[in-house]
């Protein structure tokens, strides 16, 4: 699967507002689609943080693990991150209305997805 098959799959999420895979290493996006108006660039940018930041704190914690997606809970949204199996520098994100979400059927799709996506 490809970027653009990637992007594609995560917008066939229902309640889905924005989708992205963006390179951590340096905030790029790779791919992205909005349906609503969501300021994709600054979503990357600030998530690339969150990803880093992360990280970061799994090195200081000596955590020798990946991580496998991350959850972030907004009272009307939810925000979902997921790297790429085989490089997690690469990261899928998507950002989901709560109200016309499964928020089950979205983690599943957005991991099922990294998982097949070549970069």
Do not use: C, W
Not at 74 to 90: M, R, Y
Not at 99 to 105: D, P, R
């Amino acid at each position: 699967m490809n970027i653009n098959e990637a992007i594609a799959e995560f917008i066939s999420i229902e309640g889905v507002i924005a989708a992205m895979v963006v390179d951590s290493s340096n905030g790029m996006i790779l791919g992205a689609k909005a349906i609503k108006d969501f300021d994709t660039d600054m979503a990357a940018a600030g998530n690339t943080e969150v990803v880093q930041a992360k990280r970061k704190t799994m090195k200081m914690l000596a955590i020798d693990d990946k991580i496998e997606d991350m959850l972030i809970t907004l009272g009307k949204q939810f925000h979902l991150i997921a790297p790429l199996a085989s490089n997690d520098e690469v990261f899928g994100y998507i950002v989901v209305d709560r109200k016309g979400a499964n928020l089950g059927m979205a983690r599943a799709k957005i991991r099922a997805t990294m998982d097949e996506l070549m970069v």
